[in-house]
């Protein structure tokens, strides 16, 4: 339901038809206004709270590789951020947490533009892209979630916690890797990568059958480095070996990704992949 109005002629026509998507799809009409930023990142902090009144922040990830407001690629920390200004945002989260009396595992979602943070949502639960904390911080996230919910503290507090290295989540989609049609299928070979600092979430094994009325999320590969270049050569040399058979999936172009300048370098955009000829992985000359 989301409409980026640039002119004010056009605002009648975008709002009465977001207000006809919300509402078949969740029941709720409603819509509300907000600044439209032209270049933004997607940055996240992860949180944790117990019900006896403590929270802490673990750290931040950068989700800004996204095709239609999806994300496909999360790393940790965010690249070119001051780690001051992130500590700064997680500790605005953690008062939050506490003013709210929220309890369990969280993430507030901003918008990064020109060194200033913008809100979007908070996320009040486990987030697909959790792993890339956890490698960083070496904090079980799930454990700790299940152990708030048995009414268990923490156990650890802010000073615990440092985050260590680089770590980078590819997710691997059961979708055509150029033009991402689904491809639901039998599976007829998997074989995940393996090796120090790599990591595979995946229900996956040969002989299941990726059925089509269910999101396309397969597999999540993970990897962890001393920094970002060698978190970089590890998931290239872990998209190199793993093998899924019988159906096609976004791993070939995940692997073109890591291999572009601008990715490289880091700190794209949330509308880089829609700069790019999928192709051949260069800027569209049609590009705004």
């Not at 409409?3 to 207000?19: F, I, W």
């Not at 270049?39 to 006896?52: G, S």
């Not at 931040?60 to 999806?70: F, G, Y």
């Not at 680089?166 to 070979?189: K, M, T």
């Amino acid at each position: 339901g989301m409409r980026v109005v640039h002119r004010a002629g056009a605002l009648r026509e975008a709002v009465e038809t977001a207000r006809q998507e919300a509402g078949r799809a969740f029941g709720n009409a409603s819509v509300y206004a907000e600044r439209f930023l032209q270049h933004p990142r997607h940055v996240e902090i992860q949180v944790l709270a117990d019900r006896a009144g403590h929270a802490v922040w673990l750290g931040a990830r950068d989700c800004s590789v996204q095709r239609r407001h999806q994300k496909l690629v999360e790393e940790a920390p965010p690249v070119g951020i001051a780690p001051g200004r992130i500590a700064e945002l997680g500790a605005a989260c953690v008062r939050a947490c506490l003013d709210m009396g929220y309890e369990g595992a969280g993430t507030f979602e901003f918008l990064y533009e020109d060194g200033e943070f913008f809100f979007i949502e908070m996320n009040t639960r486990l987030q697909v892209e959790h792993p890339v904390t956890e490698m960083t911080t070496g904090i079980d996230i799930v454990r700790a979630q299940l152990r708030i919910a048995a009414g268990q503290p923490l156990g650890f507090t802010q000073a615990d916690i440092a985050t260590r290295g680089h770590a980078i989540e590819c997710r691997i989609n059961a979708e055509d890797p150029l033009h991402f049609v689904p491809s639901p299928g039998l599976v007829r070979a998997w074989h995940p990568p393996g090796g120090p600092g790599v990591r595979v979430d995946t229900h996956l094994h040969a002989g299941y059958r990726v059925p089509p009325q269910y999101d396309s999320l397969v597999a999540k590969l993970i990897v962890h480095g001393a920094d970002r270049a060698d978190a970089l050569a590890r998931m290239c040399a872990a998209l190199d070996e793993m093998t899924i058979e019988g159906i096609a999936t976004t791993a070939p172009f995940h692997r073109r990704l890591m291999e572009t300048e601008d990715f490289r370098t880091g700190g794209v955009g949330v509308h880089y992949l829609e700069s790019l000829d999928l192709e051949t992985m260069t800027p569209r000359k049609d590009a705004p």
